[in-house]
């Protein structure tokens, strides 16, 4: 059964005109990057209330739809998103699958060379990353030795 939940409920309503610029946004981003005119059911709810700086917790079966409302969010939003996976096939074919709609993205894991790990530190260092997936170990195991 999908799941959104509002884990914190303390912000402040967002301005109407704010919402209008955002709706638009989304929308355009909607169908121009990923190629969908709408979205699927609780698809949209999730990304609102990112994009409102709300924490969301999210549970839809495989191919649900949740790398969208993670994605759409960090394509209208500042800095860099870091995303968590375990699974480096994933993680692969994420970056494969941004990278074929033009957004920049890279990956750190135990599996990747030094000298792999220091060409993405330095494109973060420079803005040149969208979308990090990071393997948890890389979280508590600094690449360094």
């Known amino acids: 059964m999908p799941l959104i939940k509002n884990i914190d409920s303390s912000h402040t309503e967002t301005p109407c005109f704010w919402k209008n610029t955002v709706t638009n946004k989304k929308a355009q981003v909607l169908q121009e990057v990923f190629g969908f005119d709408s979205f699927r059911p609780l698809q949209e709810r999730a990304v609102d209330k990112i994009l409102a700086g709300e924490d969301v917790l999210l549970i839809l079966p495989t191919g649900g739809g949740k790398s969208l409302c993670y994605q759409l969010p960090a394509l209208l939003m500042d800095g860099v998103l870091v995303v968590v996976s375990p699974l480096l096939a994933l993680m692969r074919d994420q970056i494969l ?19 792999e790990i220091k060409v993405t ?19 508590v195991d600094p690449p360094y030795p």
């Not at 699958?97 to 000298?115: F, N, V, W, Y």
């Not at 530190?121 to 979280?139: C, D, M, S, T, Y």
Request: aromatic letters at 2%; zero cysteines.
């Open 121 to 139: 530190e330095k494109a973060l260092k420079n803005q040149e990353i969208k979308v990090l997936f990071v393997a948890p170990e890389r979280l």
């Open 97 to 115: 699958g941004l990278e074929s709609k033009g957004i920049s993205a890279a990956m750190l894991s135990s599996m990747q060379s030094m000298e």
